[in-house]
């Protein structure tokens, strides 16, 4: 009796193939800023975790429009469209919030105040710094939210003639070629070794961190 092939297998490394990983790394980032923020949403606007929330889903958002060391751009890739003309200005402003405001304190929309605390007759009895900010108003974040959406959509469309074109190509190869495509490399190790230092590659490799009890 032969043994069980397995269910799945990591198609070869060729040009749709990095194509399908790079839509599927953007979308990735597209679905954690979508749910992020309808965490966000779900929280309301005078929540404290409407900044945190509104923020990681802009970080997660502007991930696909940035310089990275193992994907490509999105905006720069053959074939995506671009951003819709009437969701452009929340795209810019989106962006411009990650740089000046989320990643880097820049903007005015946090302003570091050097303040006196005054007694009843106006001398000053003590001092403090104190952070003023302004979060994304809601009306920004429903915008936001329709941006999501139409760039999810966007990579969609464009993921699904390349699955097609793969699908077809894999169904005409044998099972002896498919047992011939390289594997990924799992490794297991202790949750106190979690580290974010190794770049990804073209070979599928993932680390599972475990909790060893002592």
């Not at 679905?31 to 309808?38: G, K, V």
């Not at 999105?74 to 819709?84: T, W």
């Amino acid at each position: 009796m032969s043994a069980e092939q397995p269910g799945v297998a990591v198609l070869p490394d060729m040009e749709d193939t990095r194509l399908l990983v790079d839509l599927t790394s953007h979308a990735s980032d597209l679905s954690e800023a979508s749910h992020t923020l309808a965490q966000a949403f779900q929280a309301g606007e005078e929540s404290p975790l409407w900044v945190p929330l509104t923020s990681h889903a802009v970080t997660a958002y502007t991930r696909p429009f940035i310089l990275s060391n193992v994907r490509a751009r999105l905006d720069e890739m053959s074939g995506i469209p671009s951003v819709p003309t009437a969701l452009q200005p929340v795209h810019d402003l989106v962006r411009k919030y990650r740089n000046t405001t989320v990643a880097h304190s820049q903007s005015d929309l946090t302003v570091p105040v050097p303040m006196a605390i005054l007694d009843e007759a106006g001398h000053a009895v003590d001092v403090i710094g104190l952070s003023v900010i302004q979060p994304m108003p809601r009306v920004i974040a429903e915008q936001f939210r329709n941006l999501i959406l139409a760039i999810e959509d966007i990579v969609e469309q464009t993921t699904e003639p390349v699955r097609e074109r793969l699908r077809a190509w894999s169904m005409q190869q044998s099972p002896e070629n498919i047992r011939r495509w390289e594997r990924p490399e799992l490794i297991h190790a202790a949750d106190t070794d979690f580290s974010a230092a190794r770049k990804r590659k073209r070979t599928p490799r993932y680390t599972s961190y475990w909790r060893v009890e002592p």
